[in-house]
């Protein structure tokens, strides 16, 4: 399973890419692996405010519907529209072309106290155990 | 498929992981006296003495097949062809359900997806489901799913008063305790004119925060509504039109999706399905591509196998269920994959050109009888828009009167009171004149109310 070295991670798999005050969001390669094939992404509206914690996105895979959670507070500054046409791209590029939203923080020290990619490889090989 | 019981160590097995020696002690916190009460019932008879007494049960029934009926108001009495029950009753169909394997089932699949793309060709729309139980919980879904594409931002939804006064009851209890406003359709008040009138006043009523304006064409009042530009409004605050039909009188009128419904609903009974007492019914379901992951129930579609063979699947298959659940936005999976397929069946046997003379058929019937019922003293003909089947018709006597009349003196089942569900149409009677009923039965009934007129007393 890839890490992405250059971005920070929660536990419920969510990626985060901070440039200046705004970041980019989107889903772990495990999250997509453990989902399997992805045919529908339902995203939040440009203008949606919300907290951490809150349910950002929906993943619709073959197998089940899972919830996408947003890391840290923030508005939504633009959502990737492409993954309405083209969701398998969540399993072909998780850390690249399938970022799901743009968004403002609010509050970058939440991104501080999120894991690094060594932090996540560690949460990850725990849970495999 | 096999059946495969459980075997009883599989019993067992059960019995003790939840702690109990045999299945009877599962039932012990329902208080003994009430777990096997004594039934009052009468001694058993034998298969022919109970056909005997069905029989004669059912003939206390008055049925159209016996009587002409002038009765519709969401319940149509048209001739369903004899290859309707030839094709349901085939054994590989003849199941109301869609199998829970579905695609070993290519027949069942590949009739829900005909039964869709007459629908689709019908209404004029892009994405058909495969069914819902009736035409009261699919005007409901529409309603849910216009709510769900606009995100449960917008909180109010809107129903014209000519909505049939059952589905607006329906859309209230599938909308009970979502912190929905429904407004539009407070009828109190509301004679014939101005519920003829009443989409253009609902048009106004739409904001940013509407979600859906609900209309029903040919309404429940049999009006022909010119629905020309209501689209445009609505969609210009960025809420759905949800049309209510016919399918009937779509053999003759422009297909919603022609000017602009969002999602087209409705009770598709009226063809290939008998009265059925009130059911089992279908309710179709239809709505534009862009919108299909915000439809509830299943959706059959065509594809081709490995060898390039063409085939059938579930394209949304079962998600409430199996994928979705709680998240949802629907929890009904079931289809009226039975009584699809008979509307499917009917709409094959009629083709395009069938329809229309179907439609035809009824709008001249209709209209012949409500000429006749014009020329009567004490009764006049309310409409002033153009009507499809039925029409409304002020009685010199309350609607019960009249009809106790007609079915004692003449054994013709009358129209329907509208003064139940409309408090200033008491005395009116809507009339339906479907195909099935003959010139000599709507001057019976002419000759019928005009001596109603002279003999009624209150």
Redesign the interface.
Known sequence: MKVNPNLKYDQEHEWIRVEGKEAVIGISDYAQDQLSDIV?V?LP?VGDTFEKGDVLA?V??????S?VYMPVDGQILEVNTRLEDSPELVNQDPYGEAWFVRISLDDPSQVDAMMDAAAYESYLEGLEE | MDYVPHTEADREAMLAAVGVEQVADLFDPVPAAYRFPELALPDPLSEMELMGLLQAMSEENLDTNHFPSFLGAGAYHHYVPRIVDAVISRNEFYTAYTPYQPEISQGTLQATFEYQSMICALTGMEVSNASHYDGATATAEGVIMALNATRGKRRKVILSPTLHPEYRAVVRTYLQGMEIEIVGDEVTGLDVAALESTTRRLVDLVDKDTACLVVQMPSFLGQIEDLAGVADRVHAAGAMLVVVTNPVALGLLKPPGEYGADIVAGEGQALGNGLNYGGPYLGFFACLKKDVRKMAGRLVGQTVDTEGQRGFVLTLSTREQHIRRERATSNICTNQALMALAMATHMAALGPTGIRKLAELCYHKAHYAAEQIATLDGYQVVNSAPFFHEFVVRCPHPVKDVNEYLLEEWGILGGYDLGRHYPALENHMLVCVTEVVAREEIDALVTALDEAGAEVVR
């Open positions: 529908y339902e509206e929906v619709e895979s073959v197998k089940a519907a919830d």
